[in-house]
């Protein structure tokens, strides 16, 4: 017959091994998390794919940093140029080129003879021609305007 000091003891066995079974189901769940935000984060290291055909354009890109600030300065309109291997950006209202840093991640080349730059994830922020107008940042030690990641517009 059983007692109830029996009762505490089955009760007690059952207890570690449903702590490690929520422990291991935490520690899975963890694990999935970071994989996903991995996963997310990479392309800033790595910029996007080059697509068949592409031939890679030249373009400045600050490195990667995990800071969540930019400078809050506007760039006047500029138009996607190509000047031989480099992407550049001309002003519309001067036509001067501007010397900019893109931030990590970007990347630019040439496909089907027509200049493309693209966001880390292979987002067209803009092909040849178009006319960039919502671009932020701020002027760096070198004289360049550092393009600000956020709230730039892509999909052109």
């Known amino acids: 017959m059983a ?21 291991r189901w935490i520690m899975v769940v963890v694990a999935i998390v970071l994989a996903l935000a991995a ?17 890679r354009l030249h373009i400045a ?3 990667p ?21 480099d992407l550049v950006l001309i002003t519309v209202d001067t036509g001067d080129t501007v010397s900019v840093v893109w931030p990590a991640g970007f990347a630019a080349w040439s496909l089907d003879g027509a200049a493309v730059l693209a966001d880390p994830w292979g987002s067209v922020v803009g092909r040849e021609g178009d006319i960039l ?6 002027g760096g030690l070198d004289d360049a305007f550092y393009i600000c990641p956020y709230g730039i517009v892509t999909g052109r």
């Open 133 to 138: 107008d919502s671009l932020g940042g701020g």
């Open 39 to 55: 996963w997310r984060v990479l392309p800033v290291f790595t910029g996007p794919a080059l697509p068949a055909g592409a031939t």
């Open 65 to 85: 940093t995990f800071t969540s600030g930019c400078a809050a300065a506007a760039l006047a309109p500029a138009r996607v140029a190509r000047s031989g291997d």
């Open 61 to 63: 890109t600050a490195p």
């Open 3 to 23: 007692t109830s000091s029996d009762a505490v003891a089955v009760t007690n066995d059952r207890r570690p091994r449903r702590r490690r079974t929520v422990l």
